[in-house]
Structure formats: C-alpha cells, structure tokens
C-alpha cells in the first residue's frame, strides 16, 4: 500500500529556514524518482525540486540557491532544507514521485508553510 506522510511544516519569519520530511511506505518509492510540489492558495501545484534514484536534483528557478533536497532510500525519506525563505514560498508542500504520482491521483495531506513577519 503506498502512503506519504509531509511533516517539518510551520509559520517562519522571512529569511528563517525550515526543514521539511516525507516518508514514503511502498518500496517502490527507493526505485524512482521523487519531487516535493507546493501549491499556494488560488494557484497550481508546482513543482519545486527533484531527486534521482541516484541523487541527481534539479529545481525551480525560484528556489535555486535556498531548497535542497535530498533522499535517504533505506528509510523512504525524501527531506527538503529550506533556507532564505521568502512570503512568496508560503504554500501547501507536497511530495510525490516524479514526474507523476505513482498512484493516479493519490497525493498525501501536504505540510503547511507560512513565511509571514
């Protein structure tokens, strides 16, 4: 049965830094790739950064620089390190296989970041 889980969510001041988790149940989630998405209120789901099986990563142009993913296949974790976060980053973060999701339609409850002062 496949499950995502986001957790490390919250309410940042800009500039401040957060640390976002995904653990993945299904081993088919160590032999993909994965991407973290993020939808704010009134737009589309985005994607934000992804990662190779092999640890290859590539990510949005509006988070270059400040988002780092990464992945630890023997425990189905895929964590995305926000730094520099900006009141544009606020959204529902989401992480998923890419380049879409393994199960149609199947998309787990997101972690809320807000980057207010």
């Known amino acids: 049965q496949v499950q995502l889980v986001e957790s490390g969510g919250g309410l940042v001041q800009p500039g401040g830094s957060l640390r976002l988790s995904c653990a993945a149940s299904?081993?088919?989630?160590?032999?993909?790739?994965m991407g973290w998405y993020r939808q704010a209120p009134g737009k589309q789901r985005e994607l934000v950064a992804r990662?190779?099986?092999?640890?290859?990563?590539d990510y949005a142009d509006s988070v270059k620089g400040r988002f780092t993913i990464s992945r630890d296949n023997a425990k189905n974790t895929v964590y995305l390190q926000m730094n520099s976060l900006k009141p544009e980053d606020t959204a529902v973060y989401y992480c998923?296989?890419?380049?879409?999701?393994?199960?149609?339609?199947?998309w787990g409850q997101g972690t809320q970041v807000t980057v207010s002062s």
């Open positions: 998923n296989s890419y380049p879409q999701p393994v199960v149609k339609d199947y």
């Open positions: 299904g081993s088919i989630f160590q032999i993909i790739s």
């Open positions: 990662i190779s099986v092999g640890g290859s990563t």
